[in-house]
C-alpha cells in the first residue's frame, strides 16, 4: 500500500512539474500553531483530548490558471494528542481500600506531512482549498502527567509495531495580505484507522511568506 502510494506521489510531483514549467511557479516558507488530537468513532469514551503544537516548512505554489492554483507542502509538525481517563479505580488487594484518580497522558507525535493542496480563488486575496495529505511519523512519546498508581509501567504502550504512516484529507481557507505575505487555516481529517482506534484530527493556523 504504501509502495503504492509513494509511486502516485512521484507521478503527481512528475505531473505538477511538467505543468509548472507552463506557469506561474513561486516558493515559500510558512509556519504556525496546531491543536490535535484523536478521533475515536469505536470507542464508548472519548478520552482523548487537544493539544497544542506547532509546524513549519516549505511550499511550491503553481498557478495553473488565473483563479485555479496547487501546493505541494513539505512541512515538519508536532501533533499528538491529550489522554484522560477519570476516576480509575485500584486495588492492591481484596481487603484494601481502593485507590481512585485520573490518568493523564500526553501524547507527542513528530511527523513530516506531504500535503497536496489545490486552490481556488474567489478573489485577488481570498482562496478556499482542499487536497490529499499523506503524514510520515518520525516518533510518538507518551508521557504520564498523573497517575492512580506508583508503579511507573502502569497503562504504558504495549504495541510493538506503531504507527508510521497516516492519511486523509485537508480543507481550508485562506487571506493573502500582500502578494508575498498571508495567512491561512486548515482542518486535516484523517481516514486511516491507526493502533487502538484512532483517527488524526488537526486543526492549523498559519503564516505564509513567498520568496
Request: hydrophobic share 40%; net charge neutral.
Given at each position: 500500500?504504501?509502495?503504492?502510494?509513494?509511486?502516485?506521489?512521484?507521478?503527481?510531483?512528475?505531473?505538477?512539474?511538467?505543468?509548472?514549467?507552463?506557469?506561474?511557479?513561486?516558493?515559500?516558507?510558512?509556519?504556525?500553531?496546531?491543536?490535535?488530537?484523536?478521533?475515536?468513532?469505536?470507542?464508548?469514551?472519548?478520552?482523548?483530548?487537544?493539544?497544542?503544537?506547532?509546524?513549519?516548512g516549505?511550499?511550491?505554489?503553481?498557478?495553473?490558471?488565473?483563479?485555479?492554483?496547487?501546493?505541494?507542502?513539505?512541512?515538519?509538525?508536532?501533533?499528538?494528542?491529550?489522554?484522560?481517563?477519570?476516576?480509575?479505580?485500584?486495588?492492591?488487594?481484596?481487603?484494601?481500600?481502593?485507590?481512585?484518580?485520573?490518568?493523564?497522558?500526553?501524547?507527542?507525535?513528530?511527523?513530516?506531512?506531504?500535503?497536496?493542496?489545490?486552490?481556488?480563488?474567489?478573489?485577488?486575496?481570498?482562496?478556499?482549498?482542499?487536497?490529499?495529505?499523506?503524514?510520515?511519523?518520525?516518533?510518538?512519546?507518551?508521557?504520564?502527567?498523573?497517575?492512580?498508581?506508583?508503579?511507573?509501567?502502569?497503562?504504558?504502550?504495549?504495541?510493538?509495531?506503531?504507527?508510521t504512516?497516516?492519511?486523509?484529507?485537508?480543507f481550508?481557507?485562506?487571506?493573502?495580505?500582500?502578494?508575498?505575505?498571508?495567512?491561512?487555516?486548515?482542518?486535516?481529517?484523517?481516514?486511516?484507522?491507526?493502533?487502538?482506534?484512532?483517527?488524526?484530527s488537526?486543526?492549523?493556523?498559519?503564516?505564509?511568506?513567498?520568496?
Amino acid at each position: 500500500m504504501k509502495k503504492q502510494i509513494c509511486l502516485l506521489l512521484t507521478l503527481i510531483v512528475c505531473a505538477v512539474g511538467v505543468k509548472a514549467q507552463e506557469s506561474n511557479l513561486d516558493f515559500g516558507f510558512k509556519g504556525g500553531v496546531n491543536y490535535a488530537s484523536y478521533r475515536t468513532p469505536d470507542a464508548f469514551i472519548d478520552v482523548y483530548k487537544g493539544k497544542i503544537g506547532f509546524f513549519v516548512g516549505g511550499f511550491a505554489n503553481i498557478g495553473i490558471t488565473e483563479k485555479f492554483k496547487v501546493q505541494p507542502e513539505l512541512l515538519f509538525a508536532m501533533q499528538g494528542a491529550r489522554f484522560v481517563l477519570k476516576d480509575i479505580e485500584i486495588r492492591d488487594g481484596a481487603n484494601n481500600e481502593p485507590k481512585v484518580g485520573d490518568l493523564k497522558k500526553s501524547i507527542n507525535e513528530a511527523t513530516i506531512l506531504l500535503p497536496i493542496m489545490g486552490q481556488y480563488y474567489i478573489n485577488e486575496t481570498f482562496y478556499v482549498e482542499a487536497g490529499p495529505q499523506f503524514g510520515f511519523i518520525l516518533s510518538n512519546k507518551e508521557k504520564i502527567i498523573t497517575s492512580p498508581t506508583d508503579d511507573p509501567n502502569f497503562n504504558a504502550p504495549n504495541t510493538v509495531d506503531p504507527d508510521t504512516f497516516d492519511a486523509g484529507i485537508s480543507f481550508g481557507a485562506g487571506y493573502k495580505f500582500t502578494e508575498k505575505l498571508g495567512l491561512s487555516a486548515r482542518y486535516y481529517y484523517g481516514l486511516i484507522k491507526r493502533d487502538y482506534g484512532i483517527y488524526s484530527s488537526v486543526l492549523n493556523i498559519g503564516m505564509e511568506y513567498s520568496l
